[in-house]
């Protein structure tokens, strides 16, 4: 068994696991995401004393472990796994946790919609303006001031709008316009609060719009889902 890990170097064996790139060198072990490849991943007290150990005795110990990384995809990423979700009224896909379901729109313009049991929500909104003689455009939404988009998405029905963040985005190459803002409900006393992360591409005046919704509380924990979601869209433009 040596000379297997001889010829290839068990220190410097680079595996993927989910998209996840775990590095294994010198009786340390770190896991790497694709954004910051310097952060190293804080494993259970047991899993950090264990695994140095297990890389310092033979090679078929260090075999064992490796197939056991592997053969067991959630050791490290509960929650991790993903699905391609494809659009109904137009041609585009995204990525959707697996611990979303599909649950059927009540808006006659939510093409797609997903929940899970932590309240969260994810749709996909087409609207279309035919009807209009000036064109769309996404850099055009971005210079709405603030407080007029505040008083225009109160005006459908949402309470309490106060706008983090708005502006232009690039998700894959992609441009996009992207509003990030919270709601709460009448009294704005905190209850019933949410998250919105939403991003959007115009064509022929037509607005395809990604949302992510979630409790304001753990925007934080969800925004490497967020991010994949929305690094996912892909909108196939006729």
């Given amino acids: 068994m040596d000379w297997l890990f001889s010829k290839i170097r068990i220190y410097e064996i680079i595996f993927f696991v989910y998209g ?13 995401n694709g954004m910051n490849l310097q952060t190293p991943f ?9 695994l140095p150990r297990l890389f310092s ?13 592997c053969a067991s995809q ?41 929940v899970d049991d932590r309240g969260n929500n994810i749709n996909v909104l087409i609207v279309s303006f035919p009807g209009l003689t000036e064109k769309i455009t996404i850099h055009g939404l971005a210079s709405i001031p603030d407080e007029l988009f505040e008083e225009d998405m109160e005006g459908i029905g949402l309470n309490n ?20 803002y919270t709601t709460s409900a009448s009294g704005g006393n905190g209850k019933s609060a949410h998250y919105h992360h ?13 949302s992510y919704t979630c409790d304001p509380i753990r925007k934080d924990r969800e925004m490497p889902y967020i991010y994949r979601v929305m690094q996912s869209f892909n909108i196939r433009w006729k």
């Fill in 161 to 180: 709008v106060r706008v983090i963040k708005r502006g232009i985005t690039r998700y894959g190459g992609r441009e996009y316009y992207f509003a990030y």
């Fill in 57 to 69: 005795i033979h090679g078929f110990s260090k075999l064992l472990l490796l197939v056991a990384l």
């Fill in 74 to 114: 959630n050791l490290f990423a509960q929650d991790d796994d993903y699905w391609i979700a494809y659009g109904k009224r137009m041609n585009y896909e995204v990525e959707v946790p697996c611990r979303f379901n599909y649950k059927k729109p009540v808006g006659k313009n939510i093409d797609l919609n997903f």
């Fill in 198 to 210: 939403q991003i959007s591409q115009i064509k022929d005046n037509t607005m395809v719009t990604l």
């Fill in 20 to 32: 996840r790139i775990y590095y294994a060198r010198s009786g340390d072990f770190f896991i790497f």
């Fill in 42 to 50: 804080k494993m259970n007290n047991i899993a950090s004393n264990l």
